[in-house]
Structures are given as C-alpha cells and as structure tokens.
C-alpha cells in the first residue's frame, strides 16, 4: 500500500467514526427527547382531568341549587344536567389514572377523592333520571351540593398548584433542551477536533507538503546540471529543462528540443526502448549525434504511471559523455599502448597472441623477442632523455621493416616483440630477422647524436614450440638469451635444449628458495695474510650452498643464477645478518670483507639499510665491501656513487678480481678505491711467465702511488707468497695459508696462527 493510499484510508475512517458516533449521540438525544416530550403532553391531560373534576361537583352544586330554587329554565337544566351526565362518566374512566391518583395522593387529597368518586357513583342513578319534571330528591342533591363544595375548594387549590407544577415542569423540560442542544454542538465540536479535525489536518499538511515538494523538484529539474526530459508515447517532448536543451542543441542547432530525439533515434531503436521500458521500467544505453560523431550521449528512460485516467509519461535523463569516452579511449590506449613508442604493450601482445592460438585461422604464426645490445651503458652514457628517444627511433623502424600483417609491441625498457603472421616456413623468419638485423646496420639519429646499436633476436614458433602466449614469450625470451650468450647482434631459434635449460632455471630457483628457507646456505671465511708479518689481519666472507636436493653447489653456478632469476636479494639478506653476527664475535682489529653483488649498484634500499646497522661498529675501516671490475664498468656513473656512499659512512671499498675487466686508469682514479685485489689469473703464473711479473710489479707500485693497498688472490704455494713479499706486496690470500674455514676453525686459527 502506497502512503497516499494509506492516508487516504485514514481519513476515511476518521470520517465513519465521526459519523458513527453522531449518530448514536443523536438517537440518544431524540429519545431523551421523547421522554421529556412524553411527560410534558401528560400535564395537560392531568389539568383537564381535574377541570372535569372541578366542572362535575360545580354542575352539582348548580342543579342541586337550581332544584332548590326552581329558577332554572328547562333549557337550561337540561344543558347542565347533560355535561354533568358526561364530566361524571369522563371522571369515571379516567379518574383513577396512575398519573392523576400519583399527583392528589401527594397533595393529601386521595381519601376525599376515593369518597367523592364513591358518592357519584352512589348517586349516579340519581343522576340518570334527572328529567325535565325534576322530580329528584332534594336532601339527596343537597348532600352532593355540599360535598362539592368541600371537594371543590380543595380540588382548586389542587388544581393550581399542579398547574404551577405544569408550568415549572415545562420551563425544566425547555432547559434540558437547550442543555442538549448545547451538548450536542459541543460534542460535534469535539468530533470534529479530535477525529476529524486532525485527519482533515494531516491531509491537508500532507497536501501542502505535496505542493511543496512538487515546487522543490521543479526547481530541481529546471536548475539540474543533468538533462532532464519528459516524453510521451510518441517521443513528443512535454517538458525539458535548460541543461538538456544546451547539451542536446549545443552541436545540433539545425534540430529543436522537441524533435532531436525522433530524429537521432531510429524507428526500430525506439520501439525496443518503450518495450524494455514498459517491461523492466527502464532503459539506459548510449547514441551519437547524427551531425557529430565524436558527441556521444547517455540516455535513461523510465516510466513514469499516469493516475487515474491520464496517460503514462516517460522520464529521460541525458548526458553528454563525450569527453569520458575519450578520457576512456585514452586509458585504452593507455592500458594497451605503449606512452613512449606507441606501439603495443605487454597486455595488448599477450592478448593478441591469445586469440591468435584459439583462432581457428592461424596455422601457424612465430613470436619475434628481441634485446636491444648496450642499451644501457647508452642510456647511462647520454641519460634517460636521449634513450627514451633511442627506444621510439628503434621503434619507429621496426615497424619499417615488417610487413602490415605483423604486430611490433614494447615489453618493457629496451625489449621489443614482434608477432610475425602468415609463416609457411622458418626461411621466412630467418629472411625477416636478417632484415631486421640489417636495418640496425645505420646509425639512428637521436636529437644531435648518432647512435649505433644492435639487436639480439629470439625466435618461438606457434604450435610447434607452444601453444600458449606465457610459453611462446618464455622461449622466444630464452632462444633471444642464447643469442646474446653467443655474442649479440645475431637471431636464434627456440630448441630442446634451450627447453631444458629453461626446466633447470625453474627447478634451480624451487630449490634455491627451499634453501634459504632451511638454512642450506651457510658462511665459510678464508684468512688475509699480511706478507711481511705473515700474520693474518682480516679474512673474506664466502658463501656456500649445502642443497639437500643438489648436494654441493659452486657459488660459480647459483650466484649468475640468482642474478639471472632476480633473487639474489634474498641471498643478501642471508649474507648481511650473518655478517652482523659474525662481526661481534671477530676480534675488532681484523678486517672483515663482504662481496656486494652488481645488483646493488641499481637498488641502494638494501645496502643503505646494512649500513645503518654498522653504524655502531667502532672501527668501521676494517669493515670492506667488495665490488668485482665487472660490475663497475657496466654502470661507471652509478658505480661512482656506491663508492662515495660507502666511503663516506666510514667504510672500506675494495675492486675485486681486478684485471678481468677492462678498467681504465681513468676510472680507478674516478672510483677511489682503499683496495686493489689483483685476480689468480695473474698469480698463478707469477713465478713462471715473466708478462706477469711486470704487470704485478706494475700494480704493486702503481696502488701505492695512489695510496691504495693491493691484495694478490689465489696464492697456492710457497715461493709465489715469498716474490709478493719481494715485491712489497701488501697482503696475499689463498690456498697456501688456508682454505675457507667455519667460524670456530677461524678463530682457532687466528689465536694458534695455524697455516692448514
């Protein structure tokens, strides 16, 4: 039930309780009417009782006299004789009523009437013979004529005061009246107020409440910012506000408010509307403008019942969208283009080869994955600005090089895939990556540089070497890794091989992420020798991996992997809280080396927080990190910066492996090391190869000129750790003092100066 309804209910009832109580107040009214009325007619017939009463002892007393008298005409006494004839059957009947006999017997009068009434009944044949010869008895009619006489004074004195009884009895009867005419009114007042009253009241707030309502949606339809449109069954516009005229005409002046809607929807488009709408009471969707096809419009329709016998209406509600489905044609782009290049990003490419291995078209297509050569010493070398016009500049030419039917997408930083379409056998692709490779051959202009940069190419084919998008990128990426491996700028079909490398890098990352979390990776430390005391002074931290599924596992093999696979971070981790704990129980005046991997070069999070947690080391010079040659010049700029971070919070940096780089004079100087470590390659042949003499004697001389300390790794026997002492060789390391010991054998080592 509807609240109109309801209250309407309310009000109906209110009326029927009123009514019904008047009603009932009103019968009550009429019957107390009616007794007061009933009792008020009985005084008159009381008074002409008594009249009677009177009259038949007066007309006694007048015959009985007239006999006496023998005055009366005929005529006369037979007038007299015949009303007293009728008064005394009158009183005679009606004598004895319970009103009158109520009324005497109060005035003390019953006994002398009951003997009066007697008395005319003795006489009344007396009476009866009354003729015109009067021969009646005198005494008899004299006897009468005195009793009426004593009755006759006492029935007038009755006779008045039932009279005044009468009178009084009337006047109380007109004040009950006025009393119940006064009652009544009241009453009906108090109906009215209490029942109906407030009812009629609440309707009629409700209906000023109504109007109010109605006046406050005009004013909010009229002043909405939304388009707001009434319609009828015909698409006729009965009333629209301002917004939706502005945002229906603002690009359509040649149609009117009242015709846009007939003429921008079809006839088909329509009827399915009103049928949706009278079905489901709605209906939303979207049109364009028949003038402007970038103005797009949102349309809502609802049904709006008529009451009673008006015709239902339909409420619209109309907005311009245009702007947000171009906002949403942006973040398509967005979502499935690349910003830089404009090509297709990962999702899109995902997506279309997705579709391109359920489409029952596609026999057979190749996924292209391609890795620009040194992108990144360019990036680095030149900055962010001018590669990110290196990668649209490649862009741009590939899509130069491949045929319409193929699909360039950008992954990510310098990785770029094509989906080659319409292969009927691998000469095609190798044709195709020969003239991809070729097309690098020319220098790309870059703002005011030339740049020269290669590609190494990756090959999957669908469905020979997977039928999944996940599969086809993983291999292409693998088949494109060999390539580089095998010396860039050069194009490699995926193969079983390459399969079964890719196996052994999953089983390898399974088991080195078990490792860490059972505490497979442990430390082993090998001593520092200083040459002249042969003394040991520090030792360097080394990791190992104990794999209960691998057994034994060279850190040649599962640190390149941990770097490969991004996971050497939690390998760092292991290897700086280790180092914590190692470092408070190690005598504080050794030195203490940690190898810091290339990764740290590009994500300082880590170390910066290592660092921190050093702070409190006393002696912070004899903590040292670290840093192959390799990983220096891969990133000269950032390598700078890791030296200059660590220097300055107090600690050693060291260039490890040294000589297996191609490390300029230049950039010795820039890094600004406290330590040279000269690699075995150049140790292991000291005392035979005189090349490699010079070049330690050269290095020995030149990191003193340049107050560095140098640390020859790799010393196997005794008469190569006697020509580094010859030569002022500061420290040496290797096999020959000692092999990588646990914690407890290198502190047994240390206080006992063993050489195992």
């Known amino acids: 039930m509807t609240e109109k309804n309801r209250k309407n209910n309310n009000l109906y009832h209110s009326v029927f309780k009123t009514l019904s109580l008047l009603v009932f107040w009103i019968i009550a009214v009429g019957i107390l009417n009616n007794i007061l009325a009933k009792e008020l007619a009985s005084y008159p017939q009381i008074i002409n009782i008594a009249g009677k009463q009177r009259m038949l002892s007066q007309k006694a007393a007048y015959i009985a006299v007239f006999k006496l008298n023998e005055e009366m005409q005929k005529k006369e006494f037979n007038a007299v004789k015949q009303e007293l004839i009728d008064n005394h059957h ?35 044949p007396i009476l009866n013979s009354l003729s015109d010869n009067h021969s009646v008895v005198d005494k008899e009619l004299e006897y009468i004529y005195n009793q009426s006489q004593d009755l006759l004074q006492i029935l007038d004195q009755a006779v008045s005061t039932f009279e005044n009884a009468s009178i009084l009895s009337a006047k109380r009867i007109f004040a009950y009246r006025i009393i119940l005419a006064l009652l009544t009114v009241g009453i009906m007042f108090l109906l009215y107020y209490v029942i109906l009253a407030k009812a009629l009241r609440s309707n009629t707030h409700d209906v000023l409440l109504k109007d109010k309502t109605i006046l406050r949606f005009k004013k909010l339809f009229d002043y909405s910012h939304e388009g707001l449109v009434i319609l009828d069954d015909n698409w006729n516009v009965q009333h629209a506000n301002q917004s939706a005229k502005t945002i229906l005409m603002e690009h359509n002046p040649e149609f009117t408010i009242d015709n846009f809607l007939q003429n ?16 489901e009471g709605k209906w939303e969707g979207q049109f364009t403008s028949p003038i402007q096809q970038n103005n797009v419009f949102f349309l809502s329709i609802f049904q709006i019942k008529g009451e009673q016998q008006q015709e239902d209406l339909y409420g619209a509600t109309v907005r311009d969208i245009s702007e947000l489905k171009q906002k949403e044609n942006d973040l398509h782009n967005l979502a499935l283009f690349d910003g830089l290049t404009g090509l297709a990003n990962r999702p899109n490419i995902i997506e279309k080869i997705r579709l391109a291995c359920v489409s029952p078209d596609e026999d057979q297509f190749a996924v292209l994955f391609l890795d620009l050569d040194g992108f990144k010493q360019i990036n680095d070398g030149y900055g962010h600005e001018i590669g990110d016009r290196l990668l ?31 292969i009927n056998d691998k000469n095609c692709l190798i044709s195709m990556s020969q003239r991809i490779l070729k097309a690098f051959e020319s220098p790309l202009s870059c703002v005011d540089y030339k740049l020269q940069t290669t590609l190494s190419i990756g090959i999957s084919l669908y469905p020979e070497d ?15 890794y060999s390539s580089k491996q095998k010396g860039k700028n050069q194009f490699y079909f995926f193969n079983s091989a390459m399969e079964l490398y890719l196996q052994e890098r999953f089983s390898f990352e399974e088991d080195l992420k078990y490792g860490l979390l059972n505490n497979e990776f442990y430390q082993v430390f090998q001593p520092i020798i200083d040459t002249s005391s042969q003394k040991v ?107 200059k971070l660590i220097r300055n919070c107090g600690f050693s940096v060291a260039i490890d492996d040294f000589g297996t780089g191609y490390t300029s004079l230049h950039n010795i100087k820039m890094l600004d090391f406290d330590i040279i470590k000269l690699d075995r390659t150049f140790i292991r042949d000291l005392t035979t190869d005189s090349r490699s003499k010079s070049i330690v004697q050269a290095m020995v001389k030149l990191a003193h000129d340049m107050n560095m300390k140098i640390v020859a790794e790799g010393v196997e026997d005794k008469v190569t750790d006697e020509y580094l002492q010859s030569i002022s060789c500061d420290c040496s390391q290797g096999f020959y003092h000692s092999k990588p010991l646990s914690l407890s054998d290198l502190q047994y080592f240390i206080n006992h100066e063993i050489n195992l």
């Open 90 to 124: 009158f009183l005679t009947r009606n004598l004895k009523t319970n009103e009158l006999f109520l009324f005497y017997s109060k005035q003390e009068i019953g006994d002398k009437l009951i003997n009066y009434l007697d008395l005319l009944e003795n006489y009344s």
């Open 537 to 643: 002074i520090g030792c360097e931290a080394l990791l190992r991996w104990n794999s209960s599924r691998r057994s034994m596992v060279s850190p040649a093999s599962f640190i390149p992997m941990c770097e490969s696979l991004n996971l050497v971070h939690l390998v760092d981790e292991f290897v700086f809280d280790k180092s914590i704990e190692v470092l408070n129980v190690l005598p504080p005046h050794l030195y203490y080396a940690i190898n810091l991997p290339a990764t740290h070069l590009y994500n300082t999070i880590m170390l910066e927080n290592f660092l921190k947690q050093l702070s409190s080391v006393k002696n912070k010079k004899r903590i040292i990190f670290e840093i192959t040659e390799t990983s220096l010049i891969k990133d000269i700029t950032r390598s700078i910066k890791i030296v």
């Open 264 to 279: 921008t929807l079809s006839e088909e488009l329509k009827i399915g509307i009103l049928e949706k709408v009278k079905k």
């Open 466 to 480: 997977a039928e999944n998008p996940i599969d086809l990128l993983k291999k292409a990426d693998l088949a494109m």
């Open 392 to 422: 649209a500049e490649v862009a741009s030419r590939l899509n130069q090089v491949v045929k319409k039917s193929d699909l360039v997408a950008r992954l990510g930083g310098d990785e770029f895939v094509i989906m080659a379409k319409n």
